[in-house]
T-cell receptor
Framework: DSGVTQTPKHLITATGQRVTLRCSPR?????VYWYQQSLDQGLQFLIQ???????AKGNILERFSAQQFPDLHSELNLSSLELGDSALYFC????????????FGEGSRLTVL | KNEVEQSPQNLTAQEGEFITINCSYS?????LHWLQQHPGGGIVSLFM???GKKKHGRLIATINIQEKHSSLHITASHPRDSAVYIC????????????FGEGTQLTVNP
């Protein structure tokens, strides 16, 4: 158990819908990272938050947004869903933002039909 | 050409064999991660390296910064080592974003 909790574990929805994925980092970890893993693109970095502030942005679509709340949990919002958004979405956390060991959640598997 | 390349893409071994997975990168890095992803999908960070060598149990990771190359070794491999092993790098100019290799699928047969 990494200490990082992601919900839901599985989600099936239809095109055009909106979903929210939630991540609770390890106790004390200030940095939260979101990654997408799809069959054709592999693992890709989406976005990072550090202590409530956006720290780095990767290949995140405009239809996607994220935030980190004062209690340090984070949410990834995916809207106007397309078939190609079907993927595993991972959250990871670390204490220091750049060089610390990463702890991954189990992932949220999103299927868009 | 990908910035992070792994070889081999697929590897099948017999239990007890010594295994090496290679990672080459073409960019300057501040650190390199080796990750393990099991069939269920969960990802575990095995090592984070910025120089030299690290060992944890039967796993050894090395990095040569000058040659831009890292290796992950598994000694006395076991079927439970079967997983995808992923190399990922952090570039000093990219904040904390990881750039991932495509992964190496390892299967260890009993």
């Amino acid at each position: 158990d990494s200490g990082v909790t992601q919900t839901p574990k599985h989600l099936i929805t239809a095109t055009g819908q909106r979903v929210t994925l939630r991540c609770s980092p390890r106790s004390g970890d200030l940095s939260v990272y979101w990654y997408q893993q799809s069959l054709d693109q592999g693992l890709q970095f989406l976005i990072q938050y550090y202590n409530g502030e956006e720290r780095a942005k990767g290949n995140i679509l405009e239809r996607f947004s994220a935030q980190q709340f004062p209690d340090l949990h984070s949410e990834l919002n995916l809207s106007s869903l397309e078939l190609g958004d079907s993927a595993l979405y991972f959250c990871a956390s670390s204490v220091p933002p750049n060089t610390g060991e990463l702890f991954f959640g189990e992932g949220s598997r999103l299927t868009v039909l | 050409k990908n910035e992070v390349e792994q070889s081999p893409q697929n590897l099948t071994a017999q239990e007890g064999e010594f295994i090496t997975i290679n990672c080459s990168y073409s960019v300057g890095i501040s650190a390199l991660h080796w990750l393990q992803q099991h069939p269920g999908g969960g990802i575990v960070s095995l090592f984070m390296l910025s120089s030299g060598k690290k060992k944890h149990g039967r796993l050894i990771a090395t990095i040569n910064i000058q040659e831009k190359h890292s290796s992950l070794h598994i000694t006395a491999s076991h079927p439970r080592d079967s997983a995808v092993y992923i190399c990922a790098v952090i570039q000093p100019t990219s904040g904390s974003r990881l750039t991932f290799g495509e992964g190496t699928q390892l299967t260890v047969n009993p």
